[in-house]
């Protein structure tokens, strides 16, 4: 997961950016689904699943990963950078 803070009133920008930007995630092996996710007084949170870590890291060191990351379509839209947490499934 990444957390973001979007700035005051840029949510729909930023969630536009999302949803228009191209995410080289479909043919990546191990990828399982992705999802955006709203929170309060401006928190979005990236959300990725993953067969494994192994999958997940493999992909960070990618060129689909270089690809989606190339635009800096947040740029503007953000108070900071966004902060990773990773997580692994118990049940």
């Known amino acids: 997961m990444n957390r973001f803070q979007v700035l005051p009133g840029k949510e729909s920008d930023f969630e536009e950016a999302w949803r228009t930007r191209e ?10 689904e992705f999802r955006l996710l709203c929170g309060p007084e401006g928190e979005y ?3 990725s699943s993953w067969e ?3 999958q997940f890291r493999a992909w ?6 270089r690809k989606a ?3 800096g379509g947040s740029a503007g839209l953000i108070q900071g950078p966004p902060r990773f947490s990773g997580y692994r499934v118990v049940l």
Do not use: W
């Open 69 to 71: 990351h190339s635009r």
């Open 23 to 32: 995410q080289h995630l479909e043919a990546v092996p191990g990828f399982l």
């Open 52 to 54: 494994s870590e192994e």
């Open 60 to 65: 960070t060191d990618s060129d689909a990963f």
């Open 45 to 47: 949170i990236s959300h």
